[in-house]
């Protein structure tokens, strides 16, 4: 099952902070974080596993709550290059394929 | 370039005729996977590799989807008897060993189906 991102789109001016959450029907293994700008891949951010083991860019925080099956990605001092679509992956049942969410659409403006 | 590649970018077919995709993964990645990604949506998931064997297919893809991995090395997707529904982003990324590593999408394959 798709898990659910919010807000599903965030305006914000330029070095101010955000949010932006992932929460899950089903118990998480792990939830992977990905942006996506306009016309061009996903590129990798942060991986969070169960039992609190993270990868990731250091400039990326993040956090993982097993018990409520959510995920939070923290941007803070946001840039114009953190503009982009950020979907979070899910992995259910450690069968360590992801379920992308539906995206949180991000636009940082000077 | 030692990133994942994929050709053709672009494809533009007939409802009916069949398409293949190829992917080129990052060399020592042994995991590879193929995604749908249609305008708005987060990528779905097609199916994955590892080596050369297909491990998990979506219960979503259709008998007319078919991927492979021979030798453990680049990777195809074909799609038969193309629908109309069947126009998307098609992607494909590779990581290292598991799937709790990360992953390298490649720029995809854009599938426009008349």
């Known amino acids: 099952q798709q898990p659910v991102q919010s807000p599903q789109a965030v305006i914000l001016r330029e070095g101010e902070d955000a949010v932006i959450n992932c929460s899950s029907s089903k118990a998480l293994y792990s939830v992977h974080w990905y942006r996506q700008k306009h016309g061009e891949a996903p590129v990798f951010l942060m991986i969070l596993l169960k039992g609190g083991e993270q990868k990731g860019h250091e400039k990326i925080s993040a956090s993982f709550n097993e018990k409520k099956q959510q995920s939070s990605l923290y941007l803070t001092a946001s840039q114009l290059s953190y503009s982009g679509t950020y979907f979070c992956g899910t992995e259910n049942f450690g069968n360590e394929k992801l379920t992308f969410g539906t995206g949180t659409r991000l636009t940082i403006i000077p | 370039d030692t990133g994942v590649s994929q050709n053709p970018r672009h494809k533009i077919t007939k409802r009916g005729q069949n398409v293949t995709f190829r992917c080129d993964p990052i060399?020592?990645?042994?995991?590879l996977y193929w995604y749908r990604q249609t305008l708005g949506q987060g990528p779905e998931f097609l199916t994955y590799f590892q080596n050369e064997a297909q491990l998990e297919k979506s219960r979503l893809l259709s008998d007319r989807f078919s991927a492979e991995r021979p030798k453990g090395s680049f990777s195809t997707l074909e799609i038969q008897r193309t629908e109309q529904g069947d126009s998307a982003m098609y992607l494909c990324a590779s990581s290292f060993r598991t799937g709790r590593d990360e992953q390298f999408f490649g720029p995809g394959t854009r599938l426009t189906v008349l």
């Open positions: 060399s020592e990645h042994n995991r």
